[in-house]
């Protein structure tokens, strides 16, 4: 069984101006995954579990992630609805990524090592890209892993199931909704 102790909440990318190519299909997903991952969020507060945010800096060299978080709110629409809903409390932490993989030149490895962490719970987008290859960066480093089919968004449902069946079958990971979050912590 997981414990508050050893299993971390990654939050991917859901810290989104989507001003790119496809972007507006993707918000639409993300904003229907935030109730879930709100709710899920919540419980790993609930039961003192470290939540991480890692997050694309969108080629910004020199912001920081608040930064990030002003132009989402300032932007409106989807972005500043999402942000709104799932901005950092005080407590949370967050790693800026320059590419895909959370794990990549980023802090996340030395961080998950102080928290003592091996398993990971990986959330947000897009599921067929981020998502995807932090999943394989965490199985290739032999964390437990989980990724709830109802906190991942990508551009269309193929390519959502596509990659959930990738985590599934490649990296033998747990893709149950969070609603199915049978053991994770005591309630």
């Known amino acids: 069984m997981a414990s508050a102790k050893d299993t971390a909440l990654l939050i991917l990318d859901m810290v989104n101006l989507f001003d790119?190519?496809?972007?507006?299909?993707?918000?639409?997903?993300?904003?229907?995954?935030?109730?879930?991952?709100?709710?899920?969020?919540a419980r790993f507060d609930a039961?003192?579990?470290?939540?991480?945010?890692?997050?694309?800096?969108f080629t910004h060299w020199q912001g920081e992630f608040?930064?990030?978080?002003?132009?989402?709110?300032?932007?409106g629409g989807v972005p500043a609805t999402i942000v709104g809903r799932l901005r950092p409390a005080p407590h949370h932490y967050y790693i800026l990524k320059p590419k895909h993989s959370a794990f990549l030149a980023t802090a996340l490895p030395v961080l998950l090592a102080k928290?003592?962490?091996r398993r990971l719970v990986v959330t947000?987008?897009?599921?067929?890209?981020?998502?995807?290859?932090?999943?394989?960066?965490?199985?290739?480093r032999e964390y437990r892993l989980w990724v709830p089919r109802d906190?991942?968004?990508?551009?269309?449902?193929?390519?959502?199931?596509g990659a959930l069946a990738i985590v599934r079958?490649?990296?033998?990971?747990d893709v149950r909704s969070?609603?199915?979050?049978?053991?994770?912590f005591p309630v």
């Open 47 to 57: 039961a003192g579990a470290p939540v991480v945010y890692v997050n694309d800096n």
């Open 169 to 173: 079958t490649a990296l033998l990971g």
């Open 151 to 161: 906190c991942v968004a990508a551009q269309t449902p193929a390519r959502k199931e």
């Open 115 to 117: 928290l003592g962490v």
């Open 178 to 184: 969070s609603a199915r979050m049978d053991g994770l």
């Open 124 to 140: 947000g987008l897009a599921a067929d890209s981020c998502v995807l290859v932090t999943a394989q960066d965490a199985n290739m």
């Open 20 to 41: 790119f190519e496809g972007g507006g299909r993707l918000a639409r997903d993300a904003l229907s995954i935030v109730p879930a991952l709100s709710a899920l969020r």
């Open 66 to 75: 608040s930064d990030l978080i002003g132009r989402c709110i300032a932007a």
